[in-house]
């Protein structure tokens, strides 16, 4: 039983480790996205700075019509959106996923066999009380319809005293008056 336990805190242990050490590629992969996303935002900081320095030219150099649609255009433009922060998924535990696939099955299997022992030891139990209780009863069966006559000591008279009987001691009343 001993080595059975030592055998599952090893194991315990083990996922345990494992898990932790599957921690370092997550937060690597985080770095790496961060990495890209600063790229990627100072990419089009650089494409938006052009394209305001390309439109700025276009107004000086142009005739009024083409002076006023370039700052139109500076004007209205919409700000493209920036990336989004995209983070990598945690990774999963498997040691976590593969105990919650076999512990509800061993726990309830373990249930079961612990529960028929219990309930077999109750049985042999009963069975063993049922037969020390019958070999009793059978044991004062035999000794009730025993041939041999019980004969019983002759009735001893015991001879008590008279009871004393005290007589009451009669007192005189007394009358008392208030004024």
Do not use: H
């Not at 019980?150 to 009343?173: G, N, R």
């Amino acid at each position: 039983m001993l080595s059975k336990l030592k055998m599952l805190i090893v194991g315990i242990t083990a996922a345990f480790l494992v898990g932790c050490s599957s921690m370092g590629s997550y937060y690597q992969a985080v770095d790496n996205s961060n990495a890209r996303y600063v790229e990627v935002t100072l990419a089009q900081a650089k494409a938006e700075e052009a394209r305001y320095n390309a439109l700025a030219k276009i107004a000086e150099s142009g005739d009024a019509t083409t002076k006023i649609a370039a700052t139109m255009a500076i004007a209205m433009s919409n700000k493209q959106d920036t990336p989004k922060l995209n983070t990598p998924a945690v990774p999963q535990n498997e040691a976590l996923q593969w105990a919650s696939i076999l512990v509800p099955g061993i726990t309830q299997g373990m249930s079961i066999y612990y529960n028929t022992k219990a309930t077999m030891n109750a049985n042999n139990n009963a069975t063993a009380l049922g037969m020390n209780t019958n070999s009793t009863f059978a044991t004062f069966a035999s000794e009730i319809n025993s041939p041999v006559v019980v004969t019983q000591p002759s009735p001893v008279v015991v001879e008590q005293p008279a009871p004393i009987v005290v007589e009451p001691v009669i007192v005189e009343p007394q009358v008392i008056t208030f004024p």
